[in-house]
């Protein structure tokens, strides 16, 4: 990958509708030459998705959660850390799911309709965990920066 590569994909994660004759005057390129490079980029994996940003009020799920998740330690290794890792991926309302160091096991970004609906959610996924030891929430009251663009 190179420094034009780079730039192509700085543009385009921003925006995945840009032309290619657009990015191509911005890094020198032919179009036809970024649709090359896009496409290499994509069957190399380095651009693994794209994907609709959706306004998740619009949508009917305002409520965003970030929830801290300590699970029992024993048995080593704990298969069951692997079941909740298979668990969370497959959950819709989970929108990401990180395996962390430090105090928690886990960091997720869960989304909900109502309060109301987080509280099953949590009765469902935690509280009947047995191996859940503890969780912690916190609800988001102003999405400051939401994205997952890579600075490159």
């Known amino acids: 990958m ?9 543009l385009h994660q921003i925006d995945t509708r840009r032309t ?9 390129l032919s179009a036809a030459a970024v649709q090359r490079r896009l496409k290499r980029l ?10 609709a940003v959706l306004d998740s009020r619009m949508i009917g799920v305002p409520i965003t959660c970030i ?10 290794p704990a298969p069951h850390l ?4 298979r ?11 990180y395996q962390v160091t430090g105090s928690n096991d886990f960091i997720l970004i869960v989304t909900a309709g109502s309060m109301e609906d987080y ?14 030891v503890r969780y912690e929430t916190h609800v988001v009251l102003d999405r400051v920066k939401v994205g997952l663009s890579f600075p490159v």
């Open 119 to 132: 509280g099953q959610f949590t009765r469902e996924w935690f509280e009947a965990n047995e191996h859940v």
């Open 67 to 76: 929830v801290s998740v300590t699970m029992v330690s024993r048995p080593r």
């Open 2 to 10: 190179d420094r034009i590569d780079r730039k192509i994909l700085a």
């Open 87 to 97: 668990r969370m991926a497959a959950t819709a309302e989970i929108q990401q799911c």
């Open 42 to 51: 994509r069957s190399s994996g380095a651009i693994a998705a794209e994907v």
């Open 82 to 85: 692997d079941l909740f890792k």
């Open 20 to 28: 290619a004759e657009s990015i191509g005057s911005q890094v020198g």
